[in-house]
């Protein structure tokens, strides 16, 4: 007979978590699967720590928010935030559902040229665009948005240079009752820069005025700051209407939507308070539509949304190294990753599940990483099962910005694997050698010797 582990007596509350209208915190199931396939498994056969991307959920996400738009609006473009998630199989997928390719630098436009997509579908953002960048973008009737006047005036000489037409909109900043004002990219609307920049732009043969863009935030609890946004941007076309007699193309309403993550700081969890699509898309389709476009003139409505279609896609895995007390008496849990891969733990309490099942007993707890700095902290206060050396954990929602603002640093980054429809597992990206970082060092021949 199997001798069974001492476990001390504890007193319990009843429930576990903090009580809110929506009930009590049920954290602590088990999460042995992902999309049918053996958590177990899956470190097995290719290490710890270790990303997971389900497919099917990035499908279902597109999905669903594609068919929350265009059951409200008659004309809807999504493109996908490679910001968010470069990894090309995570674009390729929502490239396949229809997504064209929303870049910030020319780093990720080569990214979606390599991945495939034309060139008239990648919408061209961020304020560091060479003139070369400006060049091939040009070139590519890629669609650009101006983020500044000193763009402005390059785009007109180089488009002057080519002798053609650079085909473009202006990122708009504006007040939406959401503090503080994301005013540092693009021309302001309330002080009339933004007008002053459709009336240049209007004025160079050069260019062609066919969007106005804004992004007015990220993780936006208020649907209602979109209604604000969608009237400001469609007083602009109409003023460009007016004035000019040029019809704008399209609105973009850029991204921001909250995916179901809880902020630090937050005493309900998120997905009990954030908008759903349906609430984004009310907001913005119904502007609008009442704002008094005829049928024919209504504008494409495109979309960059990037974290609410891919978050809840992603898991990091990881093991347990070692446990200890603090000098307070706190119980400390020590994981094989930090905040060198889960970045998003600086600003999300992640939920985090054991990978097996476990005894009735939890304790309040620090969930600390690996690296040799004092702010590599995952969770400064989390209720969980005691776990020992060598047991796992899932922690879930970590799609967005995790992959690609990971740090190399003590640790190498891991592998990145997907799983598809069929339960099939992919390696989308492997691990990181020695050799990965050797690769672009150059040591100079003085240094290369040496005697201890």
């Known amino acids: 007979m199997t001798k069974l582990t001492y476990e001390r007596p504890v007193i319990q509350k009843l429930n576990t978590g903090t009580m809110n209208k929506f009930g009590s915190r049920t954290e602590y199931t088990p999460v042995t699967h ?17 990303f997971v991307i389900s497919e099917p959920q990035i499908r279902r996400n597109y999905q669903s928010a594609v068919r929350a738009f265009k059951t409200r609006y008659p004309k809807v473009q999504f493109a996908w935030s490679y910001k968010t998630n470069y990894l090309n199989a995570v674009c390729n997928v929502f490239h396949q559902e ?18 495939g997509v ?26 650009i948005h101006i983020d500044h006047f000193d763009e402005l005036y390059m785009l007109i000489e ?77 007083d602009l076309a109409w003023n460009v209407k007016l004035k000019w007699n040029h019809m704008i193309q399209y609105l973009d309403l850029g991204g921001g939507f ?12 998120g997905s009990d308070i954030i908008p759903s699509t349906e609430d ?26 990037g974290r609410s279609l891919i978050d809840d896609a992603g898991y990091l895995l990881g093991s347990v190294l070692a446990t200890k007390r603090l000098s307070d ?8 990753f930090g905040v060198n891969l889960l970045f998003t733990a600086f600003w999300y309490n992640h939920k985090i599940s054991p990978a097996q099942e476990f005894s009735h007993h939890t304790e309040d707890m620090v969930l600390y990483g690996p690296l040799c700095m004092n702010i590599d902290c995952i969770r400064e206060s989390i209720n969980l099962p005691l776990l020992s050396k060598g047991d796992q954990v899932v922690v879930h929602r970590v799609g967005a910005y995790n992959m690609t603002q990971w740090m190399q640093f003590i640790q190498m980054r891991p592998n990145v694997v997907m799983v598809d429809a069929k339960q099939k597992v992919h390696l989308i990206r492997t691990k990181e050698s020695i050799d990965t970082m050797l690769r672009y060092e150059l040591v100079p021949e003085h240094l290369e010797q040496f005697k201890l």
């Open 34 to 50: 992902i999309e049918g396939v053996s958590v177990k498994s899956l470190m097995a056969d290719y290490g710890s720590p270790l």
């Open 98 to 115: 229809g997504a064209w390719a929303e870049v910030v630098s020319i780093f990720e436009y080569q990214k979606a040229i390599k991945n």
């Open 118 to 143: 034309p060139g008239n579908k990648i919408i061209f953002n961020g304020p560091d665009k060479s003139s070369d960048d400006l060049r091939t973008a040009i070139n590519n009737h890629s669609l």
């Open 158 to 234: 180089i488009a002057q240079e080519l002798k053609t037409k650079a085909t473009i909109a202006i990122r708009v900043n504006m007040d939406t009752g959401i503090y503080p004002i994301w005013d540092r990219f693009g021309f302001n609307y309330e002080n009339g820069q933004a007008w002053n920049a459709i009336n240049k732009i209007m004025s160079a043969p050069e260019l062609e005025l066919h969007g106005l863009h804004c992004h007015i935030g990220t993780f936006m609890l208020s649907a209602g700051a979109y209604a604000t946004a969608a009237w400001k941007l469609c």
């Open 258 to 269: 909250a995916s179901a993550n809880t902020l630090k700081g937050s005493y309900l969890q």
């Open 280 to 305: 984004y898309a009310d907001a913005i389709a119904t502007t609008i539509l009442n704002f008094g476009f005829k049928p024919d003139e209504l504008p494409m409505l495109f979309l960059e949304t």
């Open 329 to 336: 008496g706190r119980r400390a849990t020590i994981m094989d």
